[in-house]
C-alpha cells in the first residue's frame, strides 16, 4: 500500500523556518511527482508545490510561496521535503504531502495525514 | 491562474439519492480536470482524474463527466459514507488551482 506519512509540524514564530519531511513507502519513489498542498482552518484546499520525478526533477510553485518555499527529494530515502522560510501568519495551516499518478506533474492520486503548522507570536 | 468555481457550495441529499456537482473553469482545460473527497478532519481522498477517470477503488456510483471549462461529478444512490466536501481541481497547467467545495449534507 503507498503510504505517505508528514512530520515537522511545530509552533513557529513570524518569519521563522521550518523543514517539513514526508516519508513514503509502498512505491518507487523516484517514478512519481510530488506535491505539497495545504489548508488553513476552516478553508479549502491551496496548492503549494510539485516537483517531477526522476534525479533531478523540474520545481513549481504557486505565487503565494515562491521564493519562500523550497521543494525537494531525496530518492535514496524516499522522502519529499519542504523548506520553508520567512512564514507568516497566513502560513498557519495543516500541510498535506502527495502523490502522483506519473513521473510528470499531473494529478494527485494519494495524500498523506497532514501535520499542523501554526505561525504565531 | 485558472479559476474554478463549483456549484453549489452545499447541498442536502438523502441516502439514496443521485447528487450533481458542478465545476466550472474559468478557460479551457480540456479534460484535466480531477475530484477530491474530503471527510472532517481527514486528508481529502482522489476521487477521479482526467474528468472521468476512476482512481483504484472508488465506487463505480461516483462518476465525472464534461470538457473544456464545464465540468460534473455525480453520486448515485448516495451511501452514508459520501456525505463530505467535494473539491475539484484542474491539472492542465500551474498554478494548479482547486474550486471552493461543494458540502454534501445528509437531509
Known amino acids: 500500500d503507498v503510504q505517505l506519512l508528514e512530520s515537522g509540524g511545530v509552533l513557529v514564530r513570524p518569519g521563522g523556518s521550518l523543514r517539513l519531511s514526508c516519508a513514503t513507502s509502498?512505491?518507487?519513489?523516484?517514478?512519481?511527482?510530488m506535491y505539497w498542498v495545504r489548508q488553513a482552518p476552516g478553508q479549502g484546499l491551496e496548492w503549494l508545490s510539485a516537483l517531477s520525478g526522476g534525479t533531478a526533477g523540474t520545481a513549481y510553485y504557486a505565487d503565494s510561496v515562491r521564493g519562500r518555499f523550497t521543494i525537494s527529494r531525496d530518492n535514496s530515502k524516499s522522502t519529499l521535503y519542504l523548506h520553508m522560510n520567512n512564514l507568516r501568519d497566513e502560513d498557519t495551516a495543516v500541510y498535506y504531502c502527495?502523490?502522483?499518478?506519473?513521473?510528470?506533474?499531473?494529478?494527485?492520486?494519494?495524500w498523506g495525514q497532514g501535520t499542523l503548522v501554526p505561525v504565531s507570536s | 491562474d485558472i479559476q474554478m468555481t463549483q456549484s453549489p457550495s452545499s447541498v442536502s441529499a438523502s441516502v439514496g439519492d443521485t447528487v450533481i456537482i458542478t465545476c466550472r473553469a474559468s478557460q479551457d482545460i480540456n479534460k484535466y480536470l480531477a475530484w477530491f473527497q474530503q471527510k472532517p478532519g481527514k486528508a481529502p481522498k482522489s476521487l477521479i482524474h482526467?474528468?472521468?477517470s476512476l482512481h483504484n477503488g472508488v465506487p463505480s456510483r461516483f462518476s465525472g463527466s464534461g470538457s473544456g471549462t464545464d465540468f460534473t461529478l455525480t453520486i448515485s444512490s448516495l451511501q452514508p459514507e459520501d456525505f463530505a466536501i467535494y473539491y475539484c481541481?484542474?491539472?492542465?497547467?500551474?498554478?494548479?488551482?482547486f474550486g471552493q467545495g461543494t458540502r454534501l449534507d445528509i437531509k
Open positions: 481541481q484542474q491539472h492542465k497547467s500551474f498554478p494548479l488551482t
Open positions: 482526467a474528468t472521468s
Open positions: 502527495a502523490k502522483g499518478l506519473s513521473i510528470v506533474t499531473g494529478t494527485i492520486a494519494h
Open positions: 509502498g512505491f518507487l519513489f523516484s517514478d512519481y511527482a
